[in-house]
């Protein structure tokens, strides 16, 4: 099988161009009954304890269930802090800082006023952490069956950023009601205080569209976020494992390897934050202003106002993004389902470059 179009577009890729290049790439090998074995970046088969198979259908099933807990639970979790993230974003004249946000929102609402817009968050974010780690697996094994063996290992930054946007674009589509919803909550005061007064006046006022018109800013946001997300979260544990860890990952415990999940989760959500920024203040002032469009916000923000937030949004997504990765990798090991180790260059790849004798 000679390299596919996606290999050709793979190669465009800034972030991962090797230095050579491949004239041939060898068939995936063939199981003893005839089916091809799967060979990931980040894959490998099934080892004995292994409660199924990797790729299997529990195996994406399961890891639907791990997105829906790791995103769900946790941006339920941060709900105080986002809501004066999104009241920074939107009213700067009010909310001058973080502590000042926090400060306005108990004197003007009280305790509980730091909680508005959970349900729609949890709600939200159960969806798409069900959409973007369940289709991540999925598209992470079709696209790897697409470039084959070598040439997955060659372009497997391109292959989790790949993976990673077809996901998110399914993903974004499942939260967008509920984000609208959370975000008129959280920055109209007086609106609507829950998720059941919220849902029926916003159809009434604005029909449908009411919670669809921001989900081009949200794949302007998340798109980009996620690729991050992934693609840095994949690099960053083959880094740490290859010169930060003293041992092979086969030897660190279950707890210790949760540990460097942990780390590069939140390395890599400090640059999801700084990424998706901009995207994201345009989300929060679309959905609080009717009629607007999302260049007209952009416009009426300006090059400066567009970061307004951006410490709160990297503490949270920092914290948001290391937990997702050590409650996913958490219930990984809990339904003893396969966890690869980084991924290692094929020994076809190493005898053609001449790595081996």
């Given at each position: 099988?000679?390299?596919?179009a996606?290999?050709?577009?793979?190669?465009?890729?800034?972030?991962?161009?090797?230095?050579?290049?491949?004239?041939?790439?060898?068939?995936?090998?063939?199981?003893?009954?005839?089916?091809?074995?799967?060979?990931?970046?980040?894959?490998?088969?099934?080892?004995?304890?292994?409660?199924?198979e990797?790729?299997?259908?529990?195996?994406?099933?399961?890891?639907?269930?791990?997105?829906?807990?790791?995103?769900?639970?946790?941006?339920?979790a941060?709900?105080?802090?986002?809501?004066?993230?999104?009241?920074?974003?939107?009213d700067?004249?009010?909310?001058?800082?973080?502590?000042?946000?926090?400060?306005?929102?108990?004197?003007?609402?009280?305790?509980?006023?730091?909680?508005?817009?959970?349900?729609?968050?949890?709600?939200?974010y159960?969806?798409?952490?069900?959409?973007?780690f369940?289709?991540?697996?999925?598209?992470?094994?079709?696209?790897?069956?697409?470039?084959?063996?070598?040439?997955?290992?060659?372009?497997?930054?391109?292959?989790?950023?790949?993976?990673?946007?077809?996901?998110?674009?399914?993903?974004?589509?499942?939260?967008?009601?509920?984000?609208?919803?959370?975000?008129?909550?959280?920055?109209?005061?007086?609106?609507?205080?829950?998720?059941?007064?919220?849902?029926?006046?916003?159809?009434?006022?604005?029909?449908?569209?009411?919670?669809?018109?921001?989900?081009?800013?949200?794949?302007?946001?998340?798109?980009?976020?996620?690729m991050?997300?992934?693609?840095?979260?994949?690099?960053t544990?083959?880094?740490?494992?290859?010169?930060?860890?003293?041992?092979?990952?086969?030897?660190?415990?279950?707890?210790?390897?949760?540990v460097?999940?942990?780390?590069?989760?939140?390395?890599?959500?400090?640059?999801?934050?700084?990424?998706?920024?901009?995207?994201?203040?345009?989300?929060?002032?679309?959905?609080?202003?009717?009629?607007?469009?999302?260049?007209?916000?952009?416009?009426?923000?300006?090059?400066?106002?567009?970061?307004?937030?951006?410490?709160a949004?990297?503490?949270?997504?920092?914290?948001?993004?290391?937990?997702?990765?050590?409650?996913?990798?958490s219930?990984?090991?809990?339904?003893?389902?396969?966890?690869?180790?980084?991924?290692?260059?094929?020994?076809?790849?190493k005898?053609k470059?001449?790595?081996?004798?």
């Amino acid at each position: 099988m000679y390299p596919t179009a996606l290999t050709q577009l793979a190669r465009g890729n800034p972030f991962s161009a090797p230095l050579f290049s491949l004239q041939k790439v060898e068939e995936p090998q063939q199981s003893p009954h005839g089916q091809r074995t799967r060979r990931l970046a980040a894959a490998a088969t099934a080892q004995e304890g292994d409660s199924c198979e990797f790729g299997s259908q529990k195996y994406l099933i399961l890891c639907g269930f791990g997105g829906i807990l790791s995103c769900g639970t946790t941006h339920t979790a941060v709900v105080p802090l986002d809501l004066v993230k999104c009241r920074l974003q939107v009213d700067p004249d009010k909310f001058k800082s973080i502590g000042n946000g926090f400060k306005v929102t108990l004197r003007e609402d009280g305790v509980r006023g730091l909680a508005k817009g959970w349900a729609p968050t949890f709600i939200g974010y159960s969806m798409q952490g069900l959409c973007k780690f369940g289709f991540y697996e999925v598209f992470k094994i079709f696209y790897s069956d697409l470039l084959g063996e070598e040439n997955t290992y060659l372009w497997r930054t391109s292959l989790y950023l790949a993976a990673s946007a077809s996901a998110e674009f399914f993903a974004d589509i499942a939260l967008a009601p509920m984000e609208a919803v959370k975000v008129r909550i959280q920055t109209q005061p007086g609106y609507a205080n829950t998720l059941r007064q919220c849902v029926p006046k916003m159809y009434a006022e604005e029909g449908l569209w009411a919670f669809y018109k921001g989900v081009v800013p949200l794949w302007m946001r998340q798109i980009p976020y996620t690729m991050m997300k992934f693609s840095c979260f994949e690099r960053t544990v083959e880094l740490l494992y290859k010169y930060v860890v003293p041992k092979p990952r086969s030897e660190c415990s279950k707890p210790e390897q949760l540990v460097v999940t942990f780390v590069a989760g939140y390395i890599a959500g400090v640059f999801c934050a700084i990424v998706s920024h901009p995207a994201d203040s345009v989300v929060s002032v679309l959905n609080k202003e009717q009629g607007s469009t999302a260049v007209q916000v952009l416009k009426k923000l300006g090059p400066k106002g567009v970061w307004k937030g951006l410490v709160a949004r990297i503490i949270m997504i920092g914290t948001l993004t290391a937990l997702q990765w050590f409650i996913y990798d958490s219930v990984k090991v809990y339904f003893r389902l396969p966890r690869p180790p980084p991924p290692e260059m094929p020994e076809s790849l190493k005898k053609k470059l001449g790595l081996t004798e």
